[in-house]
């Protein structure tokens, strides 16, 4: 082990060298559209999957290019003769570079990179953004189990809050639990001004870091756990990817900062949840994603309830996947670095102990959205309460969640606010993303089966008797719901009332999910 290995010291990136580098990296062209075609769609994927080859064929006719020698050391992983390196650092130069944080010496004169770096693109009601993201070397850089320190870069959960990251320009938003800073980057897009907060010194400083390096000088960051640092204070907006992972308090299991709240089972969530209430302004809504145990004895939900009573917040938990207790332990197991083998089974071993000890035989993921009640509030169904499962692919790019969230929220509340005479006054149209299924019998003329899908938000789908889908095939936004059931009653020759009685909370549903739309 040398003494420049990643397992003895884990640097920080300098913020004295943010604005060389960032002079380097344009120089460099390090963005998303040049490495990717300098890779090729291949080598990209490959390296997706942590193998390394396909990039590095890639690049062979590349050496020495400096975008060539950025994407060796801060995507790969690997060392680059110094002289490439040199050249690679024109402005921050590779004593700059060293004294930076950035890289060190290698073996046999090389130089090796010490951070993760990478360009990171992204799309947003603002526009389309790019941004260089530090964060700490991952397992195929380091070889080996993460530290307990380790700030993690972008991965799925990053780029799934920021998806579902409502963007109406608001004047404070507060990221909880902000890691490498990309939430805070992105609410700042937003917001005003953003608080970022962290357990961690390190992950706050590497924050501080991304935020001079791309320009960002509106987010104040603040060191504390979940809401101690902003105590007193309330947000437009809060969001929160949490240290949410369930992991057994044992002695010699890892307790990851970037993911171990250190509380016993989902209990962190629950904090974060309840916390919320005291820290939104009226309206202020707030968005993380979250665990929570399915018991042998209780439904999840059941407890979610719970952890909702007394807040008087607007509440909608959306759970996309669960996992049994065994598939979770190994899920995280794995995150953090350690492969197969008799460290492997220990962990797993302890994580099914406390699992079997506290009764739980499975654990639900998902997202959650919170709403403070708005003062003088006029709606009649408060607060709001929806707790649903969407299991499966969204089966198309989630990036453009954040407005459907928003546009489901304010459906909801106009459905809350219209009685069943009211709604059947009102005129509706069929979202531009609905699209009709038919299935027949072959030789037969109607159809056996309809559905209607969404192409967007959750990507739902809803099985339409003749009724509904003949009301849903009408709605142009011309005449009012009742006068087209009206008209489909006599078509079908049954009571209009009874047929009334049955669609108007069926087209609730679909208004409250995106089908239909005021």
Request: net charge negative; glycine share 12%; charged share 20%.
């Amino acid at each position: 082990m040398g003494v420049n290995s990643p397992e003895q010291q884990n640097p920080t990136p300098s913020l004295e060298c943010a604005d060389a580098l960032r002079a380097d990296l344009m120089a460099a062209r390090f963005g998303v559209d040049a490495v990717g075609r300098l890779l090729g769609d291949a080598a990209q994927a490959a390296l997706g999957r942590a193998q390394r080859v396909p990039a590095r064929r890639a690049l062979l006719p590349h050496a020495g290019e400096p975008l060539a020698t950025l994407v060796t050391l801060f995507l790969l992983g690997d060392a680059v003769p110094a002289a490439a390196a040199a050249a690679a650092f024109p402005a921050l130069g590779l004593a700059g570079a060293r004294k930076g944080g950035l890289v060190a010496q290698g073996e046999g004169g090389s130089v090796r990179a010490t951070v993760d770096l990478r360009p990171y693109g992204f799309v947003d009601t603002v526009g389309v953004g790019e941004w260089w993201i530090a964060s700490d070397l991952g397992e195929l850089a380091s070889g080996g189990a993460l530290r307990e320190d380790h700030v993690l870069g972008i991965g799925g959960a990053s780029t799934t809050l920021s998806g579902l990251m409502m963007s109406e320009p608001v004047d404070a938003a507060l990221d909880l639990g902000t890691g490498c800073g990309i939430q805070a980057l992105h609410a700042a897009r937003h917001a005003r001004r953003v608080v970022a907060t962290d357990i961690s010194e390190r992950a706050l400083d590497i924050a501080a870091f991304n935020a001079r390096l791309n320009g960002v000088e509106s987010i104040e960051f603040r060191l504390g756990s979940l809401y101690e640092p902003v105590a007193g204070e309330r947000f437009d907006h809060i969001v929160s990817n949490p240290p949410f992972v369930i992991t057994p308090r044992a002695e010699g299991v890892p307790e990851y900062e970037y993911r171990d709240g250190g509380m016993v089972g989902d209990a962190l969530v629950r904090e974060v949840v309840r916390g919320a209430a005291d820290h939104l302004v009226p309206g202020g809504v707030a968005q993380l994603l979250g665990n929570w145990e399915y018991h042998r004895d209780r439904d999840a939900f059941d407890r979610v309830r719970e952890w909702l009573t007394g807040t008087r917040l607007d509440a909608w938990f959306l759970e996309r996947e669960v996992q049994d207790a065994a598939q979770y332990a190994e899920t995280w197991i794995r995150d953090g670095g350690t492969r197969p083998g008799p460290e492997f089974d220990r962990l797993y071993g302890a994580w099914l102990e406390d699992f079997d000890a506290r009764g739980v035989e499975s654990v639900g993921f998902g997202y959650v959205t919170l709403r403070a009640a708005r003062e003088n509030t006029a709606r009649g169904a408060w607060p709001m309460r929806v707790l649903e499962r969407v299991h499966g692919s969204l089966g198309h790019n989630a990036s453009g969640l954040g407005e459907h969230i928003a546009a489901s929220l304010a459906a909801r509340d106009w459905l809350a606010g219209r009685s069943d005479a009211a709604l059947a006054a009102a005129s509706l149209t069929v979202a531009g993303d609905v699209t009709e299924e038919r299935h027949y019998w072959p030789g037969q003329e109607h159809p056996t089966v309809i559905v209607l899908k969404q192409g967007g938000g959750f990507g739902r789908s809803v099985r339409l008797d003749t009724g509904l889908a003949a009301l849903v095939g009408a709605c142009d936004g011309d005449l009012s719901v009742g006068a087209i059931i009206a008209a489909v009653a006599q078509l079908l020759e049954v009571d209009p009332a009874d047929l009334l009685a049955d669609l108007l909370p069926r087209v609730r549903d679909l208004v409250a999910d995106g089908f239909l739309r005021p």
